[in-house]
């Protein structure tokens, strides 16, 4: 499994993003007046045409800084992983490298309780994305409590794998 790198650099993340043709922007239906909401790296041809839209770079860092949020990515030629995730109290300390691996994705050291977790919480985890998020407060609603994190297996699209790395991250409280 390739490794991922966090930085908070402008220049690092409109270098790496505009390297895979890539473009600042946001989720539509989440903003509001004067709040771009929910940002992302849109990729052409990929899932993103229809729900996002293009935000000039001083917007999307404007609200990037204003969120607090950091730049995970991974740095080999032809990847296009990267996801937006909360700072480390480390990285917002005088000093802290702005280039940071092997820290947890969501970037302090609380675990996200998966029966109370919305799904931008959820969505922060290492290795969970929007769809999957969606299907974990799903499967909560309609089982009411989600007792344990094993219990995750039963959603379509989370394995052993994924179950292991999320111990480290989630709690069944």
């Known amino acids: 499994m390739a490794s991922a790198t966090r930085t908070t650099d402008h220049q690092t993340i409109m270098d790496w ?41 001083d917007t999307w860092f404007d609200a990037f800084e204003a969120n607090k949020l950091a730049f995970l990515f991974q740095d080999e030629k032809d990847s296009r992983f990267s ?8 990285d917002e300390s005088a000093g802290a490298s702005p280039h940071r691996r092997g820290q947890r994705r969501r970037g302090h050291t609380s675990r996200v309780d998966l029966n109370t977790a919305n799904e931008e919480e959820l969505d922060a985890l290492w290795g969970v994305g929007p769809v999957t998020a969606r299907k974990i407060v799903e499967f909560r609603e309609r089982q009411g409590r989600i007792n344990s994190v094993d219990e995750l297996n039963q959603i379509d699209g989370i394995d052993s794998a994924m179950i292991e790395a999320l111990r480290r991250e989630v709690v069944a409280a």
């Open 83 to 90: 996801k937006l995730v909360r700072r480390a109290s480390a």
């Open 17 to 57: 993003v505009e390297a895979r043709g890539g473009h600042p922007a946001h989720v539509k239906r989440g903003s509001g007046s004067g709040d771009p909401g929910i940002l992302r790296i849109d990729f052409p041809g990929y899932s993103g045409e229809q729900s996002l839209e293009p935000l000039d770079w």
